[in-house]
């Protein structure tokens, strides 16, 4: 019995051996995890911020001053430390995020997480996000200062990356047990591309297709126009463009393939956009030129921004950069500033491509067969054997749907035609913006972007104000990139691009400000075809009215228009709904609740009840409305919100208003009863699960880490309001992701928050620690050192040192 009981302990202990030294699906090795000497319990720690390191490589040695946001200022004697010390400190605050987000750029979850990742990682290839990047770096190659400059970035990275031990590593590469890789300049493109892509535009050709074949032009032409029947747009409507002497393409006589697609791809999170503007001198409290910036994407943590400045004899600048890239990407230096709203435009066309044959050698294109080339994607996968997945492309690019890939026809495909896979320099853009002293300065930086499109803010210390949409735009004819376009005609390929110079653009306008917030940047008398599927229509109205009403405007003016919660959606509609809805056929407590949003100002704070009910009875208005588009197996589109609300006000009995499921025929005003009485009812069964619904409560605002699986990790139940369409863009889970203020005073005056904090780290203080002034409305003042003998406000000092 006594050996029975020897055995029987042996096998215990390697049992327990393997199970805490195994991972065990999407369990670490909890051995690993749990050990005191290099699991969790190591990253319990701030990150440090004293002492001297030595990096090998560095010219000279580079002075880092913390402050007490945490917020590194970095002063280097030459730039090529400037940008090995960013590398160094930014991965020392963000390695893991930094990395993650680059193995999503570049579709290689799956070696991550499994077989879980596949689909995603087929997705990203097929997008061409390696293509696009390998382009851009091709570029680069020809720019010599660009190229060293992200070299010197990635050698400090590596240098921090090389200086780590196993329990030294973020809790995130222990949780999912894997080691962090070296460092490269590809890293760097995949993470641009990454941005590209998100900020491309809501792309729904496909879908549009569908709607087109399934309700004919005119069906499609009210519910989807070009331009609402209110524009405010970007660049105001008494522009004159009569200086632009080149012609738009002119609409060939052909036909448009009306295909047939029943799922596409994940898109960019439709809120994603942004708020910029700046006021001129003489509409300035202070004379001085004034720009704030606010872009909206997923709050996410770690932060998608870190915050830091960077000093050498050539620039000094401040701002919010993105881990893994070079330089400021929002932020200003002692003579400008600038900001970058997403400018929406449509930049992604499909097109129907037919093979030969299902060897997919070659593809029909002007009357001829053309030969295609293959790409084999290689995606490891942890766990299992690598996944090939053959690319076809052509010259409009990689055939992204296809027998393989959500689609079932061999001798058929659809190819994306995208501006962001051709290569740019994206980093000399904002190398130059750093650097700039002036108007000019800013033109010259702006000038040979490519993608995404943005509305690019400006203001200096001269006292110039100025906004460019720019991006590489083709000069389509009308309707081009609408629909899916023919793959074999040559008229329906891009005939060429808009000038940069008649790209839409106003510098020092005569009402005193410049201002963007993702709506139609141009009005109809511009001379090139411009679309995207649902230009924002309220948020931007906002702004410009409260800049109307107003002469003069002070930085407070600033922080109230940023956290301002005025809901013009719900100011517009609900009226007119209240107006004309059957209030005898509520019951009595959805006649509580009506009182309630009779009641309502409007404004989206926290403590109303108003915005909630909004919120329901807006959803189920819309579901309703457009139930006609819920169609199993086609790819499908509603209507943008402003043309739903259209409908609704001006079309009350038109058939889209009937619900499809019963037999009676409603009409709009049949639809504002049936769905406030849903909404009612979903907000009792909410209130009955959770207790109040107000505005806080039901909205139930977080900031999320980057892996959702962590909840620990994350930030909830976030006493903020706003919304979607508020100037306080702040979703359940989106929203203003870096608020700038920046008065061109000589040195400018900034103020600035995000939500989330400047450490990488779970275990840190600096890792949330902004999010509850955040949601207050509370900035900081942004400490803008002018030179590294300055004391006041620092907490904290490095050195870096090269390694003798």
């Not at 190659?141 to 031990?165: F, R, T």
């Not at 949409?469 to 083709?474: D, L, T, V």
Request: aromatic letters at 12%; hydrophobic letters at 35%; one cysteine or more.
């Amino acid at each position: 019995m006594k050996y029975l009981k020897l055995v029987s302990s042996i096998l215990a202990t390697i049992a327990i051996f393997y199970v805490l030294n195994t991972k065990l699906g999407s369990l670490p090795p909890l051995g690993k995890f749990l050990a005191p000497n290099e699991g969790i319990w190591q990253n319990e720690t701030d990150d440090a911020t004293t002492g001297s390191v030595s990096i090998n490589g560095l010219e000279d040695e580079v002075t880092v001053h913390y402050d007490a946001q945490l917020i590194p200022h970095v002063f280097a004697k030459n730039d090529y430390d400037l940008y090995k010390a960013q590398g160094y400190i930014t991965a020392k605050h963000r390695l893991w995020q930094m990395e993650f987000q680059t193995f999503a750029a570049a579709g290689r979850i799956s070696e991550i997480i499994g077989e879980k990742g596949l689909d995603f990682d087929r997705a990203q290839r097929r997008k061409g996000m390696l293509f696009g990047a390998e382009n851009s770096l091709e570029v680069i190659k020809k720019d010599p200062e660009s190229l060293k400059h992200l070299q010197a970035y990635s050698d400090g990275v590596n240098a921090y990356i090389n200086q780590l031990q196993p329990e030294d590593y973020p809790v995130e590469y222990k949780l999912l047990d894997y080691q962090p890789e070296a460092w490269n300049i590809d890293k760097t493109m995949h993470l641009l591309m990454y941005m590209t892509d998100m900020l491309c535009g809501k792309d729904s050709d496909l879908e549009y297709t569908n709607m087109l074949r399934k309700f004919g032009k005119a069906r499609f032409d009210l519910l989807f126009p070009d331009f609402f029947d209110v524009n405010d747009p970007v660049i105001p409507k008494e522009q004159d463009w009569c200086f632009i002497d080149v012609e738009q393409t002119e609409l060939p006589l052909s036909e448009m393939p009306l295909d047939s697609i029943s799922e596409t791809m994940e898109k960019p999170h439709p809120n994603n956009g942004s708020n910029n503007w700046a006021v001129s001198p003489q509409k300035s409290y202070s004379g001085n030129a004034i720009l704030a910036n606010d872009p909206h994407l997923g709050l996410k943590l770690p932060s998608i921004w870190f915050v830091m400045q960077l000093h050498s004899p050539n620039q000094n600048v401040f701002g919010a950069t993105l881990p893994g890239a070079l330089g400021i990407i929002i932020g200003f230096n002692n003579d400008i500033s600038w900001g970058v709203t997403n400018a929406t435009r449509d930049v992604k066309d499909w097109y129907k491509i037919e093979f030969q044959d299902e060897s997919r050698q070659a593809y029909k294109y002007d009357n001829a067969w053309k030969k295609t080339s293959l790409r084999l994607e290689e995606i490891k996968v942890r766990g299992k054997e690598t996944f090939i997945d053959s690319v076809i492309y052509t010259h409009h690019g990689p055939v992204s749907y296809d027998h393989t890939f959500k689609s079932d026809d061999a001798k058929k495909g659809y190819a994306m035609k995208w501006a962001g896979h051709k290569g740019h320099n994206f980093t000399e853009l904002f190398l130059k913006l750093n650097k700039g002293k002036n108007y000019d300065d800013y033109v010259a930086a702006i000038s040979n972007h490519v993608a995404p499109a943005q509305n690019f803010a400006f203001a200096s210390t001269k006292g110039d104000i100025a906004l460019w949409i720019q991006g590489e735009f083709p000069n389509k004819w009308e309707g081009q990139g609408k629909f899916l376009l023919d793959g074999s005609n040559p008229k329906h390929d891009w005939q060429g691009y808009i000038p940069t110079a008649f790209n839409a653009h106003i510098k020092n306008p005569e009402r005193g400000y410049v201002s963007s917030a993702n709506q139609h940047p141009v009005d109809e008398s511009y001379p090139f075809y411009v679309f995207n599927d649902g230009y924002e229509t309220y948020r931007n109205r906002v702004i410009n009215e409260y800049f109307r009403q107003r002469e003069t405007l002070s930085i407070q003016d600033f922080k109230r228009l940023q956290n301002n919660n005025l809901n013009l959606k719900a100011q517009e509609l609900v009226p007119f709904m209240l107006a004309r809805m059957e209030t005898p056929a509520l019951t009595k407590d959805e006649q509580l609740l009506l009182n309630h949003i009779r009641h309502w100002n409007f404004n989206t704070h926290i403590d109303n009840v108003g915005p909630s009910i909004w919120s329901a009875w807006i959803k189920h208005l819309y579901r309703m409305t457009w139930d006609e588009f819920d169609i199993e197996d086609e790819a499908m589109k509603a209507p943008f919100m402003y043309q739903t609300i259209y409908m609704l006000k001006n079309h009350p009995n038109d058939t889209f208003m009937d619900i499809v499921d019963t037999p009676k025929k409603e009409t709009a005003i049949d639809l504002f009863t049936l769905s406030f009485k849903a909404a009612a009812e979903e907000l009792k069964e909410w209130q009955t699960e959770n207790g109040e619904f107000n505005w806080k409560q039901y909205k139930g605002a977080y900031v999320g880490h980057l892996l959702q699986s962590l909840p620990a990790f994350s930030r909830f139940d976030i006493p903020i309001g706003g919304d979607r369409n508020t100037v306080n863009a702040s979703d359940v889970n989106h929203g203003p992701s870096w608020r700038m203020i920046v008065e061109m005073s000589s040195p400018p005056k900034a103020y600035g928050i995000y939500p989330g904090g400047q450490s990488g780290n779970p275990g840190s203080r600096y890792y949330d620690n902004f999010i509850d002034d955040w949601a207050a409305g509370v900035y900081y003042d942004l400490l803008f050192m002018q030179n590294q003998n300055t004391t006041e406000g620092v907490t904290a000092t490095q050195t870096l040192t090269p390694n003798q």
